[in-house]
């Protein structure tokens, strides 16, 4: 059993995209030009840049994110090995955030 109907979120998705699109057309327009904007280069294939975006997705907790790479990420031939390993970096990118901050709250702390 799953935890989500990723697919049927993925539908609301596209219906809560296309409903603010009617309202405002060109902050869609926006997003959609910065989505395509890296895949013009041809320096990352379309599998690798599901995968960084699953990383980033988790980082920012977007389920939204989580449904629609995940799925890219699949149609792109990732494995659930390398999501793993990419899902992987992405922690310990987080964790080695947490770090940094961490010391940044014990400098305030120690700020007279």
Do not use: P
Request: with cysteine; glycine share 10%.
């Amino acid at each position: 059993m799953h935890m989500h109907d990723w697919n049927a979120y993925r539908q609301q998705l596209a219906d809560g995209v296309s409903g603010l699109a009617k309202l405002s057309l060109d902050t869609v327009r926006g997003y959609v030009t910065l989505g395509g904007a890296s895949q013009k280069t041809g320096h990352v294939d379309a599998k690798t840049r599901e995968l960084i975006a699953l990383g980033v997705a988790i980082s920012l907790r977007c389920d939204g994110c989580i449904a629609v790479h995940s799925a890219a990420a699949r149609k792109n031939g990732a494995t659930r090995e390398e999501v793993a390993e990419a899902l992987g970096i992405a922690i310990s990118v987080n964790a080695g955030a947490a770090v940094v901050y961490s010391t940044r709250a014990l400098d305030a702390f120690d700020t007279e």
